[in-house]
């Protein structure tokens, strides 16, 4: 997928959009040769990547620099980058200072978590050219004030505001939605009364996409396994038993062989 119209068509036609998270060149080469639609550079970096406990620590730096990585790696591609941690909420100069520096750095459009505060911005970023995608349900940046990774909407009341919220990001602009760690069925009545296509993650079958994050559906951590998530590889076993096998031969000198070596 190459443009915003592409998720449009895919939402008419019924296809299914396959979004990933990606944070660097090499792995947005291979995702650039694979059948996945589109690229999340999410602000998740900061702990899959950079080892912080939660994404309040991605920086704009880091969001920009991940993103120029990815695009360059990133072929046709359509790539979305996180508006980090309070970026959207120290007034319109700050935001726009900092959409200006993902789009330069080879953004295609921009995702914003939670409209609270943030329907004028989204139309202002629309208005501006670019792209927005909205995030609704768990939004990471909220974590303490939401008591941590809980499913959201499941009162009549959440599942009434999270309807309401997307209607507001649909009517603000956003292109399309990431419904995150929600009910299966709030999911889907979302989806069904939405015009642009929703993308879920922890939020059943029923939306118009999947997104999961790449290191977690490769496998790469066997310590992290949430209900939610399918592991497609097992890339901590395979990347494990390289580096020893390496390890090994370099020990027995069964590496490097004689034709590894130069005359
Ligand atoms: O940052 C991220 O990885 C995300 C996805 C989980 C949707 O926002």
Redesign the pocket.
């Known amino acids: 997928m190459k443009t915003i119209l592409d998720f449009a068509n895919k939402k008419n036609k019924k296809e299914k959009i396959s979004m990933v998270?990606c944070y660097d060149y090499s792995f947005a080469k291979i995702v650039a040769e694979s059948k996945v639609d589109t690229i999340?550079v999410?602000?998740?970096l900061a702990q899959v990547i950079h080892g912080f406990p939660n994404?309040l620590h991605a920086t704009i730096e880091m969001m920009a620099l991940h993103t120029a990585a990815v695009s360059r790696g990133a072929g046709n591609k359509f790539v979305v980058a996180?508006m980090p941690f309070m970026s959207t909420r120290k007034g319109l100069e700050t935001a726009m200072n900092d959409v200006q520096k993902l789009m330069v750095a080879g953004a295609h459009a921009v995702?914003i978590e939670n409209v609270d505060g943030h329907a004028e911005l989204i139309k202002h970023i629309v208005e501006s050219g670019v792209p927005v995608m909205g995030?609704l349900g768990l939004t990471?940046q909220s974590i303490h004030q939401l008591g941590g990774p809980k499913i959201q909407g499941r009162s009549q009341t959440a599942a009434e505001k999270l309807m309401n919220d997307a209607f507001i990001m649909e009517q603000a602009g956003c292109f399309a939605i990431?419904l995150?760690l929600i009910p299966s069925v709030l999911a889907e009545k979302v989806t069904q009364n939405l015009k642009i296509p929703t993308i879920g993650?922890g939020a059943g079958s029923g939306t118009d996409g999947q997104?999961l994050?790449l290191q977690d559906m490769l496998g790469m951590n066997p310590e992290f396994n949430p209900k939610f998530l399918k592991k497609f590889g097992q890339g901590h076993t395979h990347v494990l038993a390289a580096l020893n096998q390496y390890a090994e031969e370099v020990s027995s000198v069964a590496f490097p062989k004689p034709e590894n070596g130069y005359e």
């Open positions: 998270t999340l999410g602000d998740s994404t996180d995702k995030h990471p990431v995150e993650i997104v994050v």
